[in-house]
C-alpha cells in the first residue's frame, strides 16, 4: 500500500477478496475513492462527483497525485490490463452461460425422446394386448359354444346368498367368461402356459402353435365343475405294478412309481435309511418302500431279459417236411470231402491247404430224385474236436467215413463217441473201395469193438461201400440216406421266428464279422433283428452255399448272415427278436454274465490258494503267444491244442486269440509281452507289418495245423531244462598217501577199471559211502602230468582243495552229460 498526496489506497493486484466486498478507503482531503474487491481483481473506482477519466479511458490523472515512481507508460499498461481481465472475464461468464444453456437443451431433448419412446412402447403393448385378448375371447366363444352343443342342459344353481343388485334392481350375473378374464387380470398376464408374450406369437396367432389337449381340458372342466359344487379336488390314487430287479437306483424306483422322489427319500429315511436318490437299495427294502406307497411288487431278475427268445411249442398242423441235416465225419484223410464233393459235383478238397480240411463246410445237394439234402463237412484232425462235437449237435444224420485200407482210427472213435452223445442215427460209409488194399470186412469187424454193428453183420447200422473217386456206391449212399430221413419223420414251422445254430463264423475284410448259420426252426428273413450269443444284428443280406444272395432262409438251410456288430463264437444260437432294443439287452446282458464267469473262474477264493497258484507259477516256464486265425472254429481248435501242449516245467499260454487279420494293436500286445504271433490263414496289414519290423515282433504264418502245433511244440521244449546224465568211466584204489611240499596229500594210485581223466568229476568213496565230491588239482605218471591214465596202471592224483584221503579209499571217476529234452 502506498501514500501519495495524503491519500492511502489499496495497490491495483489481485487479492483474495471474496466478491462484493466493498472496503473504503481514507484521505485528509474531501474526495474519497472505493474500493471494490471482487474475486479475480480489485478495482478502485470513483466516487460520484469525482473527476472521470478522459474520453477513451486514457486519462492518467493528475500526474502530481500519482504514487512516486510510477510514469505515464506504466499506467497506462496498467489500465489495458484492467480492461483486458475485465473483457476476459465476461467473456467466461458468456461461455459458461452458453453450456449450461446447450446442456439444459440436450437434457430436455432427452427427455422428451425417452418419453415419446414410453409412450410407443406403451402403445404397440396395448395394441398387442388387445389382440391376444381379442383371440382368446374368440376362442373361449367357440369352446363354449362347442362344449354347449355336446353337453346337456345344466340344472338351475341354487343361490346360497342374497344377490347384488345393479342399477336398475335387476341381479347382476356374472358368467364364466367374466370370471376368467378377472382371473386373468389378477394373474397379471392374459397367457400363464405360453410364459412372456412376444411379437412372433402375437403375430403368429397368440399361444406360439401350443394347444391343450382334450385330456386337459376336460380335466380343466371336472375341476371347475367340483369347485362350482363346493367339494374338493382330489386326484384319484394310481395303483401301479412296479417291475424290481435285484437292486435299484432310489430315483429310477420313484419313476416307476410315477412318486415324487423326495417322498421316497422321507419314507427311506422314516425307516432308518439315510440315502440320497443316486444311491442302490436292495430288493426287500424297495418292496418295503412300493408296499407303502400302495403299489403293487412283481419281482425280476436280470435273466429276464431272455424270456422274449424262450422256446414256444409249435402247433403240429403248422409243421412242415424238412431237409435232413447230415453230418460226414471220420479220421484225416479218409476221403470225407472227397465224398462229398462227387456227391456235390465240386472240387472242394483241390483248394485246401496240405489237402485237408481245417474247417467245418455246410453245403446243400438236391439229389437227382428232387431230394433237397443238407451236408455238414468236419475236419478230421485231431486239433478240431470241438468242430466235430457241433457238427453232432446240429445234424439228424451221422455218416461215418472210413477207409477201406486204413482201417479204424483214433479220430474214427472219437467220431463214434460224438454220435452216441447226440443220440443221432450213424451210417457208415467205406470209402476207397476201389483200391487194391482194400479190406472192407477188416473195417465192419473193427467196428465191432466199439459196440457198431452193421447190417451185414446182422446189426442195425446201414453200412455202404462208395469209392469218391469213382462214383461207385454214391447212388446207394443218398438211398440209404433218404430212407433213414424218412424213418426220423423230420418236420419244422417255416411259419414263425427263426432259430439256427453257427456253425462257423468269421471277420471279412469287405462284408465285416459274417456268421455261416444253419436254420433249425421258422425261417430267417433280409432284415430281421436277432440275437446270437453275445452278439446282435440285423439282417442286411444272406448268402447261400452256391454264393448267390437269396431273401429268405428256411428249416435245414445253411446260409451265411452278414449284419452282425462282432463275431460270435461257434456253436452259439442264433434267435430272431421283436425291436432291436430286445436284442441289445440281451446281448449285454450275456456279455456281463460270460465276463463275471471268467473273472470267477480266474480268482482265487482263498489266500492259500492264491499263494499256491503264485508258488507253482514259479516253478513253471511259460511261453507266450498270440493266435489270429481267419474264423472261429479254428482259432479255438488252436488254442485247445496250445492248452494241451506241456508237462510240470513249461507249458504254452494264449495271451489273446481272435478272428481276422493281424493289426497294430495285436503287434503292440506281443511286443508288451514278448511273444510271437501266430497267423493261421491270415496276414498282417501293411502297418502291422511296419510297425513288428521296427519292435522286433516274431509273426508266423500256417496253413495247417499240425505245422502250427509242431513249431510250437518245438519253441516249448527250448524253455525245458536240459537233463544232466552221468556217465561213469573208471575207478582207482588208493595205494598210499603222500605229503608233497606245495601241493598237499597226494594219494598213489592203481586205476582198477576204465580210465582216469584229468577233466572228469571224480568221488572219494570210504566203506562204499561217498565221502567227497569235487575235480581233480593233478594227475601224474611218474613225473608227469598226463591228461588221462589206463586201467591196470598207477598215477598220482590229488583233489581240489581236499587233503583227508586214506589208503584203500575208492576214487570213481565219471563225467556229465546235457541230454536236450522235447515235449512229447
Known sequence: MSDTDGKKTLGLRGGGARPGNVKQSFSHGRTKNVVVETKRKRVVVPKPGAAKPAAGGKSLGDPSKRPAGITDAEMERRLKAVQAAKAREA??????????????????????????????????????????????????????????????????????????????????????????????????GDNRRSGKLTLNQALSGGEGGRQRSMAQMKRKQERARQKAMGGSVEREKVVRDVQLPPAIVVSELANRMAERVGEVVKALMNNGMMVTQNETIDADTAELIIEEFGHKVVRVSDADVEDVIKEVEDDPKELRDRPPVITIMGHVDHGKTSLLDAIRNAKVVAGEAGGITQHIGAYQVTTDGGTTLSFLDTPGHAAFTSMRSRGAQVTDIVVLVVAADDAVMPQ????????????VPMIVAINKID???????????????????????????????????TGQGLDNLLEAIALQAEILELKANPNRAAVGAVIEAQLDVGRGPVATVLIQNGTLRQGDIFVVGEQYGKVRALINDQGERVKEAGPSVPVEVLGLNGTPEAGDVLNVTDTEAQAREIAEYRANAAKDKRAAAGAATTLEQLMANAKADENVSELP?????????????????????????????????GVGAITETDVGLAEASNAPIMGFNVRANASARNTANQKGVEIRYYSVIY????????????????EIKENFIGYATIKEVFKVTGVGKVAGCLVTEGVARRSAGVRLLRDNVVIHEGTLKTLKRFKDEVPEVQSGQECGMAFENYDDIRPDDVIEIFEREEVTRTLK
Open 707 to 722: 505245422d502250427l502245433v509242431d513249431d510250437v511244440k518245438a519253441a516249448a521244449s527250448g524253455l525245458l531244462s536240459a
Open 91 to 188: 467473456e467466461e461468464a458468456a461461455e459458461r452461460e452458453a453450456e449450461e444453456k446447450a446442456r439444459a437443451e440436450e437434457r430436455e431433448r432427452r427427455r422428451a425422446e425417452q418419453e415419446a419412446k414410453e409412450a410407443e412402447e406403451r402403445e404397440r403393448e396395448e395394441s398387442l394386448k388387445a389382440k391376444a385378448e381379442e383371440d382368446e375371447r374368440r376362442k373361449r366363444e367357440a369352446e363354449a359354444a362347442a362344449q354347449a352343443a355336446s353337453a346337456p342342459p345344466a340344472e338351475p344353481v341354487v343361490s346360497r346368498g342374497p344377490s347384488p343388485k345393479s342399477s336398475s334392481g335387476a341381479p347382476a350375473r356374472k358368467t364364466e367368461r367374466d370370471r376368467e378374464d378377472t382371473n386373468k387380470k389378477n394373474r397379471g
Open 625 to 657: 503267444i498270440l493266435v489270429k486265425a481267419d474264423v472261429q472254429g479254428s482259432a479255438e481248435a488252436i488254442v485247445q491244442a496250445m492248452e494241451k501242449i506241456g508237462n510240470d516245467e513249461v507249458r504254452v499260454r494264449v495271451l489273446h486269440s
Open 412 to 423: 474214427t472213435i472219437e467220431a463214434i463217441n460224438h454220435a452216441k452223445a447226440a443220440k
Open 435 to 469: 483200391k487194391p488194399a482194400a479190406n472192407p470186412d477188416k473195417v465192419r469187424t473193427d467196428l465191432l469193438q466199439h459196440e457198431v454193428i452193421v447190417e451185414k453183420l446182422s446189426g442195425d447200422v446201414q453200412d455202404v461201400e462208395v469209392s469218391a473217386t
